[in-house]
């Protein structure tokens, strides 16, 4: 596969920004090489304010459940490897998201590991 968009080595191959409500789902998909990628995204708050993400296999996907509420932002703190693509590289998800209102804007970005 070939990036348009290269960081520091790893081409971008998805970016996208969702808009959500609390608790609807997004579930988006790429090619990664010959592999079909599913990811599902949803706000979902619970009253313990842990602003945790949660991570499940669901049957056609990884989804990310994420307790965020804050409006200033939130990130990974670090690139969350989440698979490896059909030659062995690193699948790795970048995230922002921040809260106005009912919206929760999540920013994604998933990377495709330097060449070993």
């Known amino acids: 596969m070939d990036s ?3 960081i520091d080595g790893h081409s971008v191959v998805f970016s996208q920004c969702l ?3 609390d ?3 997004a579930v988006v998909s790429f090619w990664v090489e010959d592999w ?3 990811l599902g995204f949803s706000f ?3 009253e313990s304010n842990q602003q945790d993400v949660k991570v499940t296999v669901e049957t056609d996907r990884l989804h990310f459940k994420f307790g965020w509420t804050n409006g200033i932002g939130t990130a990974f703190t670090a690139p969350y490897e989440f698979a490896k693509s059909p030659s062995g590289r690193k699948l790795i998800l970048l995230v922002y998201h921040h809260k106005i209102g009912p919206t929760n804007r999540l920013d994604v970005q998933v990377v495709l ?3 070993a």
């Open 4 to 6: 348009s968009v290269v």
């Open 19 to 21: 808009l959500l409500e």
């Open 23 to 25: 608790k609807k789902i």
């Open 36 to 38: 079909l990628c599913k």
């Open 44 to 46: 979902e708050p619970d």
């Open 113 to 115: 590991g330097a060449q």
